[in-house]
């Protein structure tokens, strides 16, 4: 059984329709393009909502902080993570930046000689296996 997709394609002002075809179980250009697709929605949107919550809660204590990034961000990369699959490196990659990124923001420290690996542990934030942050 044979899947088709229809793509509009424009080609010097002549519009027509180029059926492209996927075989299930075969990864393909739709897989591909999904993977990418749904990786940059989702650490953009994480990215994002921890620039929200930098702008709004830079005066509030760790712990509040701390809070809002497991609840509003992270929670959001758990819930995608069954849908992405993060066992590739590049997405395990985005996980691990958006966590870093938390890590500055909870911590409240910006500096390039501080230790992300150290706020990370003093926050006793880790990856897990699937590549998902997990606090003890």
């Not at 929200?52 to 819930?79: D, F, M, Q, T």
């Amino acid at each position: 059984m044979k899947a088709v997709r229809k793509k509009e394609v424009e080609l010097q002002g002549i519009g027509f329709v180029k059926q492209v075809g996927f075989k299930p179980g075969v990864k393909g250009e739709r897989e591909l393009w999904m993977n990418r697709v749904v990786k940059q929605k989702n650490s953009a949107k994480a990215n994002s909502t921890l620039d929200l919550l930098r702008r709004n809660l830079h005066h509030c204590p760790e712990k509040l902080r701390e809070l809002a990034y497991i609840s509003l961000v992270r929670s959001g990369l758990e819930y995608c993570a069954a849908v992405w699959n993060p066992h590739k490196i590049t997405a395990q990659l985005a996980l691990k930046s958006v966590q870093r990124r938390a890590a500055r923001f909870t911590k409240r420290d910006y500096s390039y000689q501080s230790s992300v690996s150290q706020m990370l542990q003093d926050l006793q934030w880790i990856l897990s296996r699937k590549g998902d942050a997990r606090s003890d």
